[in-house]
């Protein structure tokens, strides 16, 4: 049950590019300016390495208008659990640099915050009190019972569950870690807020909505042809229920199961990936409801870019070489920008296994997942978060 609301009204929601960019890359005036830290480095010197750029993006973004005199709350995705081994997260250096610049900036608090779950296993990748020098604090509290139901209507899902720290919050830098994802091709700004920000009761809930593919038991004969033939996983036999089950993150809807089935047992209707992202959409645009939009900056790391989530608490090597950090305050502007910047990478040898084909897609993250990631571009934009249009400007 809540314990404390924060006296304001919810902010109103529609974008929030008012000290956006001026000029769109069409020339309009729509466009959201979004700050670019390239990893390239131009001289072997440490003041052009992504370090110092980070420390000059972080001086151009507004945190005095954002942090000052609030509780300002920094949300990351800390990767998975107490036992996971995974590395490939923002390094520490990074995050210990931007809490010291919301301090300086005269915060009254600030905390780092994640699903009760993953920060449990922040010290593993180097998230510490001591190195970060502000609380590691479980977002809906350590057992993920403190929460504030949001009323919605989209298919099954009527609530959504913002966890505690996150909505009592005066403040939030949504920092995320921009990388593949197999239920909605890719994950970063939006995906932060709405798989991170809420209870695991709402997470579930989301991906329940994934689907797409129909299974008609009574027809079926249980050969198993459909497992054989699916080269990606996701067709699975559940030997309890003797019957077939499908993983949906590791589906690329390649079909092969369809038509392996000598019965016509499955089917594959509509894009059943589709409604897992416009529930993304959905609860950002929940969790963002509950801040006024001029105290709300996101910023995204596009290094050590995985194929899988950092949720899966594995590392492997990076899909393709390091891009750099965008920052602005526009989330669609910057979850497209980091989009098309990684849209024609091709995977760096090793970084994927050899019985991985790639599928058909406008994306690399599509033609790994066979999910078309913009879709949540589309739907967030559609729901009045903010325009997709944006305007570089690269951090020298
Ligand atoms: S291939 Fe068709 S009939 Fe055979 S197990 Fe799969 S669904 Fe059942
Ligand atoms: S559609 Fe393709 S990836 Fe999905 S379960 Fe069937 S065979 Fe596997």
Redesign the pocket.
Known sequence: MPKTRKTRKPAKQGGSTKTGGSAARDGSTKAACILFASAAIERLEADATLPAKFERMLKRLPLRRISRDATVAVKMHLGGGHDSIGYTTIHPVFVRMLIQKIRDAGARRVFVTDGSLTVEGAKGRGYTEEVLGVPIVPAGGIDDAHFYPHKVRYKSLKTVEVVGAIETADALVNLSHFKGHGDCAYGAACKNLAMGCVTETTRGHLHHLEGGLV?DES?????????RECQRGAARWNKERDR?EIFYHHCVYCRH?VL????E??RIVGGGFVPFQHGLALAAREVLKTFDPARVVHITFLTQITPYCDCWGFSTPSLVPDVGILAGEDIVAIDNAALDLTRDGEPLPGSLPPDRPLVEGRHLFERIHGKDPYVQIQQMEKIGLGTPAYRLQEMK
């Open positions: 299974y027809r079926c004969t249980k050969c198993k042809r459909c497992v077939l199961c392996a089935c000598p019965q047992a499955i």
